[in-house]
């Protein structure tokens, strides 16, 4: 949800039109951080 909120809002406000690799990229990331957050909390909290 925030990933769409800030693509929308800062590339809105500069008008840029062509956001396709920056909305795949970013879901890629979003999803290596979930990824590394049930790493971390296993590793922790095991």
Known sequence: DTTFYV???YF??????NVRYV???SLIAD???MIAAI???YAFFG
């Open 7 to 9: 693509i929308a809002l």
């Open 12 to 17: 809105g406000s500069i008008a840029v039109k």
């Open 23 to 25: 909305l795949s990229y």
């Open 31 to 33: 999803f290596a951080g």
């Open 39 to 41: 790493f971390l909390a």
